[in-house]
């Protein structure tokens, strides 16, 4: 049977400006801590797209993505290394 390990980032919005400030942001969250996507037709879309990816390219995969008013908690999970098999 697999063994996981887990991990959870946080992206705070300010977080997120700075990471792509040469992009208009496409997520928007309201003051009660609901966020949405903002004109997803948009390319810049690939920002937050490529967050995902990077963390993908490393083995994990998203089991959450819970937002707040001050941005998003992301949970991950990826097979744990088990060593040699025997």
């Known amino acids: 049977m697999g063994k996981w390990e887990y991990d959870i ?3 705070g919005i300010e977080g ?5 400030s040469d992009l208009t942001p496409v997520i928007a ?4 801590g609901v966020c949405f996507f903002k004109d ?3 390319p810049d879309i690939g ?3 490529s967050v995902l990816n990077e963390r993908g390219e490393n083995g ?10 001050s941005g998003l ?10 060593g040699p098999a025997e």
């Open 73 to 82: 908690v992301c949970i991950w999970k990826r097979r744990k290394n088990e």
């Open 16 to 20: 997120l400006e700075e990471t792509f």
């Open 40 to 42: 997803t037709h948009r």
């Open 60 to 69: 994990w995969e998203l089991v959450e993505m819970v937002s707040s008013p």
């Open 9 to 11: 980032s946080v992206y």
């Open 29 to 32: 969250c309201d003051p009660a």
């Open 47 to 49: 920002a937050l797209i």
